[in-house]
């Protein structure tokens, strides 16, 4: 069976989570104890790593071709993309130019909120809480709150 078409049966509803997890490791994925993915989230790749206590929730998209590391106790809330892989910009007969791959890491405590969107090559820092519908497209500084399209800094937290 080819690995994307058991990366979509690990997403479904019905199978339960221990069998999902078994089956995106089969995959190469890494998960340390605790960590889990809820129903309904599609990992594409074979490069992602869940810390200890992590959660994804449902409805989410993790393109794991290149490296996807999600550190200890991140959340990721429903809806939530992060993407590795884009395009360089093309002539005018094809804009969509060469694919590109570049790592993405979420430090540990960090929150993405419902249809969060992290970008190609983006570090999102420890204790970093990203709004609902953000869109990273660079590096967060640990310990703030971050919001918008692009995302920008709302706030430092303590």
Known sequence: MAKTSRARIAALPVVPMPLRTRILRTLGHRFAPGARIWPG???LGANLSLGRDTFVNGGCLIDARAA???GHEVHLATGVQILTTTHDVGPPSRRAGALRVAAVTVGDGAWLGAGAIV???????????????????SNLAPNGVYGGVPARLIRILE
Do not use: N
Not at 119 to 137: N, T
């Open 41 to 43: 989230s599609l990992v």
């Open 119 to 137: 970008l190609p090559g983006v570090d999102v820092g420890e204790g970093c809480i990203v709004a609902a519908g953000a869109v990273v497209d």
């Open 68 to 70: 996807v590391t999600l």
